[in-house]
């Protein structure tokens, strides 16, 4: 007869009671068996309680809708900046920001959304510098020229746009990426004094930024012949210039 009758005695909580039942099962089961009796809890009992979740947000969650997306970009920045482009996944993002996927779907609604969004943040500094650099010039063909000549040195600088240019040149997708409708719209204003200097209406304008965006990745894409600076102003002033409709210095425009 088993020595422990009676699980439940006056005093025993009603988990140690289950506990006991286990163990008492598995004796029952091993003497019938003529097996050694080795009395041994559950696995469930074993296994190691899972560590308990970080605080959302690292115990600091922001108050405000646009605040919430603006520390989302961040870490997207930050992941991409360490990892390249593969970093810019939900995944790696919300892990970085100290949240669930979930919370990042709250924001964004899939992954291009994300990485578009972290890209046109990230090119923020960019965009200020291009301006102030096109407002010194007055004429459009100066500054279409001035604008491309520009971001194709400086993309390369910038860890974020410098990762979406070398993928998009590998990536059909990222190629398809750099031409939708938030990339025109955010390049568009980037050039807003070129677009007032030229005087296109907002179709033009749409139609001038897709040909810019187009003539950088192939810079980008195709580097070779290398062209010293004078040489690349000299280039796209030929090429690039007429295609936008702009008159060269002594002409006059056809827009």
């Not at 291009?130 to 491309?148: D, F, N, S």
Request: hydrophobic content about 45%; some cysteine.
């Amino acid at each position: 007869m088993h020595p422990h009758r009676g699980l439940f005695r006056p005093g025993m909580s009603l988990g140690s009671t289950l506990g006991r039942a286990r163990i008492d099962l598995h004796y029952h089961r091993q003497c019938n068996t003529g097996a050694t009796v080795v009395p041994a809890m559950s696995a469930r009992r074993l296994r190691h309680p899972p560590p308990r979740p970080t605080r959302a947000w690292a115990g600091d969650p922001p108050t405000l809708h646009a605040a919430a997306r603006k520390r989302l970009l961040d870490a997207a920045v930050r992941c991409i900046t360490r990892d390249g482009m593969v970093g810019g996944n939900i995944a790696a993002v919300a892990a970085e920001a100290g949240v669930s996927r979930p919370t990042v779907y709250r924001y964004f609604a899939d992954q291009r959304a994300l990485v578009e969004e972290t890209l046109l943040h990230a090119g923020r500094d960019l965009t200020e510098r291009l301006g102030a650099r096109l407002r010194r010039l007055g004429a459009p063909a100066e500054m279409a020229v001035e604008t491309v000549r520009f971001v194709l040195r400086e993309i390369p600088r910038e860890p974020v746009l410098g990762a979406m240019w070398s993928e998009a040149v590998l990536d059909a997708s990222a190629v398809a990426m750099i031409t939708r409708r938030p990339v025109i719209d955010w390049s568009r204003d980037a050039v807003k004094d070129l677009v007032r200097a030229a005087g296109w209406s907002a179709e033009a304008a749409d139609e001038a930024v897709e040909v810019m965006l187009r003539m950088l990745l192939s810079l980008l894409a195709a580097p070779e012949p290398r062209r010293s600076d004078a040489a690349l102003r000299a280039f796209l002033m030929r090429r690039l210039v007429p295609s936008l409709g702009l008159a060269t210095p002594g002409r006059s425009s056809s827009r």
